[in-house]
């Protein structure tokens, strides 16, 4: 079931997506903009199907760090979907990196 949450005004949906046989990719979407992430990705049908059922088109990959439970599917979701891959600045580990953030 998605949850709306609304920090300093905005909506936003966030989506558990069952994966694997013990994890979760999380869609969040932007209802404003139509921007939609997926974090981490570690099946992709199941993570496809949910955004279908919902007609939405991924925008970002945001990935927590380069375990294959969490970077899997980034190479078939970027192909599918044009989407801008975003992971840790240092790691190059991450599968079809576009962008890499640090703290601060």
């Known amino acids: 079931a998605a949850r709306r949450v609304s920090p300093a005004g905005a909506p936003l949906t966030v989506v558990r997506v069952p994966c694997l046989s013990d994890n979760y990719a999380w869609l969040l979407r932007d209802e404003r903009s139509g921007a939609t992430a997926v974090v981490d990705t570690p099946e992709v049908a199941p993570v496809v ?56």
């Open 49 to 104: 199907a949910e955004l279908e059922a919902r007609g939405w088109a991924l925008t970002h990959v945001l990935n927590t760090h380069h375990h294959g439970d969490h970077v899997g599917g980034n190479a078939e979701l970027k192909a599918k979907y044009g989407c801008t891959v975003v992971g840790p600045e240092m790691d190059e580990r991450i599968p079809g990196k576009d962008v890499g953030v640090s703290d601060g």
